[in-house]
């Protein structure tokens, strides 16, 4: 029998194989599987062989050419990064002079607008932070060193539900301060904070719009 004939024998070997498995004929079954093992002899597991390893390579080479692309693209959006890295290292650099300071995982930030306490929280809100609050003397002077001279800043915190009682914003009890020498008076009746250029802090009416807004992040 020629190749050709031979393939043919052998598509007519596993014809009769998928109507046995659909119709579960037992005993045409075994007489089937007898015909295979009797051709195995001529090469038959060869040929069956053969398509399937063709099939694994061409796989393999689609895998490996998409691993290829996969590559040069990570390799181009490294590229990307490390532009982006630089751009913002550069503008950090021009920020930090005045806009930015950052101290242990906070990072301060403002743009210079100035503005009423409540509009204050909503624009901080809107960048996704929160208005600045030191909690400590390192984050007091990062927040000092963005004012300029005369310049103030609302602080996150307030004593507007209870007199006298200062609490951030997140409801907490105030556990660090550095109140100018005489405050709070709740003079005519202040429940926010302003920092000073010195530093130093002072309670003050909430409507007043010409103090800084620094965020935290
Ligand atoms: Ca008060
Ligand atoms: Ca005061």
Redesign the pocket.
């Known amino acids: 029998m020629g190749p050709a004939g031979e393939s043919y024998h052998h598509f007519a070997i596993a014809r009769q194989a998928l109507q046995l498995s659909v119709y579960g004929d037992e005993r045409n079954k075994g007489a089937v599987e007898n015909r295979i093992r009797g051709h195995r002899s001529t090469g038959l597991t060869m040929h069956l062989c053969q398509p399937f390893k063709a099939l694994v390579l061409a796989m393999a080479l689609m895998m490996a050419s998409a691993f290829d692309a996969l590559q040069r693209q990570v390799t181009a959006l490294e590229k990307n990064i490390q532009t982006l890295q630089a751009d913002v290292s550069r503008h950090q650099k021009f920020f930090s002079l005045r806009w930015v300071k950052s101290v242990g995982k906070k990072t301060f930030m403002s743009t210079g607008t100035k503005d009423s306490f409540e509009n204050g929280k909503s624009l901080c809100a809107k960048a996704g932070g929160a208005l600045a609050c030191p909690h400590n003397h390192a984050e007091n002077t990062a927040l000092r060193e963005i004012l300029k001279d005369s310049e103030r800043a609302y602080l996150g915190m307030?004593?507007?539900q209870t007199?006298?009682k200062?609490l951030y914003l997140n409801g907490e009890p105030v556990t660090y301060t550095n109140w100018e020498m005489g405050e709070?008076n709740?003079n005519k009746?202040?429940?926010c904070v302003a920092m000073y250029d010195n530093g130093k802090w002072n309670?003050i009416d909430c409507s007043k719009s010409e103090m800084l807004i620094i965020c935290k992040f």
Request: proline share 8%.
């Open positions: 307030s004593d507007v007199e006298g200062f709070p709740n009746n202040e429940d309670d």
